[in-house]
């Protein structure tokens, strides 16, 4: 299913496009940061064992990894439709009623996010004009701080562009979905599941619609 042309050439629909590789990018800084924590917690334990002689500073390391391993990646998983939603209800509505509670949902989501935004800036100023360090190895705390602003303004993003989209079906619920996740039934959702068993791309489907189907 395509993506109307009337949404693709809109400023929202040209959005969307930009902010996919970013989102992706994010996502990807994520996965690195998960991965590099498993090889620093493997030669940590190997280091502290063989040779009774750990990683100085590994906990720090840790814990400023934190942010980043927990953030960078929520735009792209709300770009997908992946996290966790009460659907009991909504997932039997229709027409109006779905994309009316969709607006809801996002409205809410986007005032917490842009409340996060504001104190996250505001720790991450206090960090940096203070000096802030971690206690042990003394390493700056700012860098870690700074991500959570920028992944939750790459998120506000994403739920502005799901907003303006489900504003669209709200009002025209014959149009095809775009910039929305579209709620997949049980078949659907176990068709994705094989499909990414075996390492089939999802995201040829993605690139070329921008009705996100939902995991």
Avoid at 30 to 41: K, P, S, Y
Wanted: glycine share 8%.
């Amino acid at each position: 299913m395509n993506a109307s042309k009337d949404w693709a050439n809109s400023p929202v629909g040209k959005l969307d496009r930009f902010a996919k590789p970013i989102e992706d990018f994010a996502n990807l800084a994520a996965a690195l940061a998960i991965f590099m924590l498993m090889v620093l917690g493997t030669a940590q334990i190997f280091l502290r064992t063989a040779f009774d002689s750990p990683i100085p500073g590994y906990i720090d390391m840790v814990e400023l990894s934190m942010a980043g391993m927990a953030f960078l990646g929520a735009a792209y998983c709300q770009r997908l439709g992946s996290h966790i939603r009460m659907e009991i209800l909504v997932g039997h509505l229709r027409g109006r009623w779905l994309w009316g509670f969709e607006v809801f949902g996002t409205i809410v989501a986007l005032v917490i996010i842009a409340v996060l935004i504001w104190y996250g800036w505001g720790h991450f100023m206090r960090s940096f004009e203070l000096g802030d360090t971690t206690i042990d190895a003394e390493f700056p705390v700012w860098p870690s701080k700074l991500l959570v602003p920028l992944a939750f303004s790459l998120w506000f993003i994403r739920l502005s562009i799901q907003l303006t989209g489900s504003i669209r079906m709200f009002i025209d619920p014959t149009r095809e979905p775009a910039g929305v996740v579209v709620i997949q039934d049980v078949a659907a959702v176990a068709q994705d599941e094989i499909h990414e068993t075996f390492g089939e791309d999802l995201s040829q489907s993605d690139d070329q619609d921008n009705g996100y189907p939902r995991p």
